[in-house]
Nanobody, 114 residues
């Protein structure tokens, strides 16, 4: 299993950013995919998830601002982040199968300046 990201970086509050994560080594089309984030001194939290049937769930803190999507042909999962806030500053991780799966992409820091 490999999860490789094309990542974001530094943005100002109110701006948008899109994270992407390309997957290989498993049957992507039947996999549940997730985005987690971890801010300094805090526990890693689930931000958004998308099932094989494209059912989605979001953390309350990002509902209405973030959108998770998937392209099965490209074996890629995306996280579109709009109206970013300073409190969204975190290391973001792509994940296959949930917190206990052990399958994580490399984390990337997203910094939102005020």
């Amino acid at each position: 299993v490999q999860l490789q990201g094309v990542w974001g970086g530094l943005v100002q509050a109110g701006e948008s950013l899109r994270l992407s994560c390309a997957a290989s080594g498993f049957i992507f089309s039947v996999a549940d995919m997730n985005w987690f984030r971890q801010a300094p001194g805090k526990q890693r939290e689930l931000v958004a998830s998308i099932s094989r049937s494209r059912s989605t769930n979001y953390a309350d803190s990002v509902k209405g601002r973030f959108t998770i999507s998937r392209d099965n042909a490209k074996k890629t999962v995306y996280l579109q982040m709009n109206s970013l806030k300073p409190e969204d500053t975190s290391v973001y991780y792509c994940n296959l199968g949930g917190r206990d799966s052990g399958y994580w992409g490399q984390g990337t820091l997203v910094t939102v300046s005020s």
